[in-house]
Antibody, heavy 119, light 106 residues
Framework: EVQLVESGGGVVRPGGSLRLSCEGS????????MNWVRQAPGKGLEWVSG????????GYADSMKGRLTISRDNARNSLYLEMNSLRAEDTALYYC????????????WGQGTPVTVSS | DIQMTQSPSSLSASVGDRVIITCRASQNIKTFLNWYQQKPGKAPNLLIH???TLQSGVPSRFGGSGSGTVFTLTISSLQPEDFATYYC????????FGQGTKVEIK
């Protein structure tokens, strides 16, 4: 079964840091670009960051640029997101999603890991 | 970043109705446009990619059209399981989602 499983979410104080992880299984992880997408409570989807299959090229949403680092370890079938200087408005469910490329969309999603930024 | 604007933000419809959702991009994105369905408490599900191509397993009552800056998602005959929120997303430059369209029961 093709699957993505996120972990690493939790409660963090404003200004703090967190590292999210996403492990893929049931497919050749290194063949795909990957993304992080978040959804604040009661709000819509927001693309956060993406990385190409090799890990050599990354993109970030302007709203979070400078506070994020996306990376991957294909040997471990894993995707990561380091988040720094967290704010209350970063509170959201964070999904990882497999990206088939410009013409194919995000076709596999995890169940999400919740991040709460609160004092 | 490219901005994506959906309309309407919400709509009420009955089973059997034809529903059309529009998505506009802030610049030309060719056909690099995808549509997703999301139900409460669930992850999004890819419906259509590359503007017009139905994802495997998606019912044929869903259809997509458009290119450049204006795109539409059409549900030809709304079914009870289609009441959900729909998002467009561009994949031309980085990635951006529209704000969503909630389809509710009339």
């Amino acid at each position: 079964e093709v699957q993505l499983v996120e972990s690493g979410g939790g409660v963090v104080r404003p200004g703090g840091s967190l590292r999210l992880s996403c492990e893929g299984s049931g497919f050749t992880f290194e063949d795909y670009a990957m993304n992080w997408v978040r959804q604040a409570p009661g709000k819509g989807l927001e693309w956060v960051s993406g990385i190409n299959w090799h890990g050599s090229r990354a993109g970030y949403a302007d709203s979070m640029k400078g506070r994020l680092t996306i990376s991957r370890d294909n040997a471990r079938n894993s995707l990561y997101l380091e988040m720094n200087s967290l704010r209350a408005e970063d509170t959201a469910l964070y999904y990882c999603a497999r990206d088939g490329g410009e013409q194919f969309g995000m076709d596999v999603w995890g169940q999400g890991t919740p991040v709460t930024v609160s004092s | 970043d490219i901005q994506m604007t959906q309309s309407p933000s919400s709509l009420s419809a009955s089973v059997g109705d034809r529903v059309i959702i529009t998505c506009r991009a802030s610049q030309n994105i060719k056909t690099f446009l995808n549509w997703y369905q999301q139900k409460p408490g669930k992850a999004p599900n890819l419906l259509i990619h590359n503007a017009i191509t139905l994802q495997s397993g998606v019912p044929s009552r869903f259809g997509g059209s458009g290119s450049g800056t204006v795109f539409t998602l059409t549900i030809s005959s709304l079914q009870p399981e289609d009441f959900a929120t729909y998002y467009c997303q561009q994949s031309y430059s980085k990635r951006t989602f529209g704000q969503g369209t909630k389809v509710e029961i009339k």
